[in-house]
């Protein structure tokens, strides 16, 4: 399960598919350096994400 304190550099390790759904959100700095450092909920805040709409479209892609 994803959490929102998790980085992205965790959450890309737990599957890689991960990426494409950081990614279709708009995320596109998924793989610089410093962001693999962050947490979900940081790079949301960011790019103007609801961290928990995403944590929960990603847990739902894990669970199928």
Known sequence: MITKDMTINQICKVNQNIIAILLNAGMHCVGCPSAQGETLEEAAMVHGLDADE?????????GE
């Not at 995403?54 to 894990?62: D, F, K, P, T």
Request: no cysteine.
């Open 54 to 62: 995403l944590v929960n479209r990603i847990n739902a892609y894990l």
